[in-house]
């Protein structure tokens, strides 16, 4: 079992920067892939950006070039830097990791006012 719990989130002016952390507790020694996901309201669920356990990143088409996924040394906490937020970045976040069984956070509101 993974615990993964979120934390960054709120009400930031479009043009501006959040940080979202995910912090992994449990069976951290299976974790894959780390990955953030999206959902905004009355739309499907997803894939934001995910980090393998070599280091590999990939991003959505939307955020390329304005979010950065990264994680710790200890491959524990995964992070998600946000910069250029539009109005359409509104969305609740959410935390993923593949170890191998897919686990989630409980996800973060991300709201980005125009």
């Known amino acids: 079992q993974v615990q993964l719990v979120e934390s960054g989130g709120g009400l930031v002016q479009a043009g501006g920067s959040l940080r979202l952390s995910c912090a992994a507790s449990g069976v951290v020694s299976r974790i894959n892939t780390m990955a953030w996901y999206r959902q905004a309201q009355g739309k499907k669920r997803e894939l934001v950006a995910h980090?393998?356990?070599?280091?590999?990143?990939n991003y959505a088409d939307s955020v390329k070039g304005r979010f950065a996924i990264s994680r710790d040394n200890a491959k524990t906490t995964m992070y998600l830097q946000m910069d250029s937020l539009k109005p359409e970045d509104t969305a609740v976040y959410y935390c993923?990791?593949?170890?191998?069984?897919?686990?989630w956070g409980q996800g973060t509101q991300v709201t980005v006012s125009s």
């Open positions: 993923s990791v593949w170890a191998p069984n897919v686990y």
């Open positions: 980090i393998t356990w070599e280091g590999s990143t």
